[in-house]
């Protein structure tokens, strides 16, 4: 659980699902794979700091300044965003564990 992950341009879930589950990742740790076109995958890792209706922001910790950026859920729907849970968490909201 708290795993998000889709294969690309296939649609498992609705856009309230993929809502539901980024809330459960809010102020844990991510790994994230974002799809930049013509077979470039970036790697990121960062936390979920917000989540608004139609975006939820990320606190990347792989740059050398505070950055934070912003993403669809459309963009998870659609397999060009990729969310996975990295272990750690920012606050203890939760108990709950998973394995990477």
Same mark, same amino acid.
């Not at 994230?32 to 209706?53: A, E, F, S």
């Given at each position: ?7 690309? %341009? *296939? ?17 844990? %740790? ?7 076109? %013509? ?6 890792? &960062? %936390?979920?700091?917000?989540? +608004? ?10 740059? *050398? !300044?505070?950055?934070?950026? !912003? +993403? =669809?859920? !459309?963009?998870?729907?659609? &397999? ?8 750690? +968490?920012?606050? =203890?909201? !939760?108990?709950?564990?998973? =394995?990477?």
């Amino acid at each position: 659980m708290g795993i998000i992950s889709y294969v690309m %341009r *296939k649609i498992q879930n609705g856009i309230e699902e993929v809502k539901r589950e980024i809330a459960l990742l809010q102020d844990m %740790r991510v790994k994230m794979y974002i799809n930049k076109g %013509r077979k470039r995958i970036v790697v990121l890792t &960062g %936390r979920v700091v917000d989540v +608004y209706p139609s975006v939820f922001t990320v606190r990347i910790e792989d740059s *050398k !300044s505070l950055e934070i950026q !912003s +993403y =669809s859920f !459309s963009d998870v729907l659609t &397999g060009d965003v990729r969310v996975k849970a990295a272990g750690g +968490y920012s606050s =203890s909201s !939760s108990s709950s564990s998973s =394995s990477s």
